[in-house]
């Protein structure tokens, strides 16, 4: 997303607006048959936020090209989007930078 992290905004509009903006470019990758991979990182949250509607999100999974693969992140997928994927993995944390005050960067976490 363009605005980086929800959080920091507090601004609901804002973010929902932000959230819009970079669904109307992952919907069209997942229209385009000529992209083999989309990756919708931390897409989850953008749901269960309710800042994307879910019904919208899961039709366009549905109805993407069919040798098209797809990997969406994050915590807390709905039932709705486990029973959609193929596969579904859940990864326990061992260690993370920000525990340490290491901040996201550029580049690597956004």
């Given at each position: 997303?363009?605005?980086?992290?929800?959080?920091?905004?507090?601004n609901?509009?804002?973010?929902?607006?932000?959230?819009?903006?970079?669904?109307?470019?992952?919907a069209?990758?997942?229209a385009?048959?000529?992209?083999?991979?989309?990756?919708?990182?931390?897409?989850?949250?953008?749901?269960?936020?309710?800042?994307?509607?879910?019904?919208?999100?899961?039709?366009?999974?549905?109805?993407?090209?069919?040798?098209?693969?797809?990997?969406?992140?994050?915590?807390?997928?709905?039932?709705?989007?486990?029973?959609?994927?193929?596969?579904?993995?859940?990864?326990?944390?061992?260690?993370?930078?920000?525990?340490?005050?290491?901040?996201?960067?550029?580049?690597?976490?956004?």
């Open positions: 997303m363009p605005a980086g992290f929800t959080w920091e905004t507090q609901r509009e804002s973010d929902i607006a932000s959230s819009e903006q970079a669904w109307e470019k992952a069209a990758m997942l385009d048959p000529s992209i083999d991979l989309v990756v919708l990182d931390e897409l989850t949250y953008l749901l269960h936020y309710e800042y994307l509607l879910e019904d919208r999100v899961l039709k366009a999974l549905m109805d993407r090209p069919e040798a098209q693969h797809l990997v969406v992140t994050g915590r807390g997928a709905s039932d709705a989007l486990i029973e959609l994927a193929d596969t579904v993995s859940e990864i326990k944390e061992v260690k993370h930078a920000f525990k340490r005050g290491i901040k996201a960067q550029k580049g690597l976490e956004f």
